[in-house]
């Protein structure tokens, strides 16, 4: 899924008018996981690399899995999980909370670019028959349930955040939302 998807998602699960500053670790939470493919790409960008070279031969290579298996791991964040539970850290609770629904949408919907989700324990990688984003991998099919998915969340969000500003920013992202889904069904079509 989209990093806007995990986020929105992660928030409906979580987020609450009253704590705000657990709803900014569910929004830091539910990025995390994908923080080390900003960074990629940043410095793909700095280097000069194509998209092509970028995507298909650089990100396969070192530090960049070893870092997108540690952002990406269900073990580190339960333990984080279990730590802050232990220790009543409402924020780091929040936090290894919202990363773990990040990584359990990823799970089901990354093929051949899956993350090592058990690291680091295992190296092993879930290749879901179907993709977010590749058509090759029923990518209609992941994109429509990122799409929907994400919608609803919106809308669970705007109705639990009264206040305008906060409806205004779920209205814009609703229609951005709108619009991908529009676009995929035409690509699709």
């Known amino acids: 899924m989209n990093t806007v998807a995990h986020m929105v998602i992660a928030s409906a699960v979580m987020a609450r008018p009253d704590r705000p500053k657990q709803n900014w670790a569910i929004l830091a939470g539910s990025f995390l996981p994908d923080a080390s493919m900003f960074v990629f790409f940043a410095w793909s960008r700095l280097q000069g690399w194509s998209g092509e070279e970028t995507w298909n031969v650089r990100y396969w290579t070192e530090p960049w899995q070893t870092l997108g298996a540690i952002s990406n791991s269900l073990v580190l964040f339960g333990l984080f999980l279990a730590i802050a539970w232990w220790r009543k850290w409402p924020l780091l609770m929040a936090l290894s ?8 949408l990823d799970l089901p ?4 670019d899956a993350h090592r989700h058990f690291w680091p324990i ?3 990688r879930f290749i879901s ?3 977010y984003w590749d058509p090759d991998q029923m990518g209609w099919l992941g994109g429509l349930i990122e799409s929907l998915a994400a919608l609803a ?3 669970v969000l705007w109705r639990r955040f009264p206040r305008k500003q906060w409806r205004i920013a779920f209205f814009v992202l609703g229609v951005v939302q709108g619009l991908v889904l529009a676009a995929q069904i035409a690509w699709w079509l």
């Open 129 to 131: 028959p179907v993709s």
């Open 122 to 124: 295992s190296d092993w």
């Open 97 to 104: 909370t919202a990363a773990l629904i990040h990584i359990g």
């Open 153 to 155: 969340a919106i809308t």
């Open 109 to 112: 919907l990354h093929a051949d």
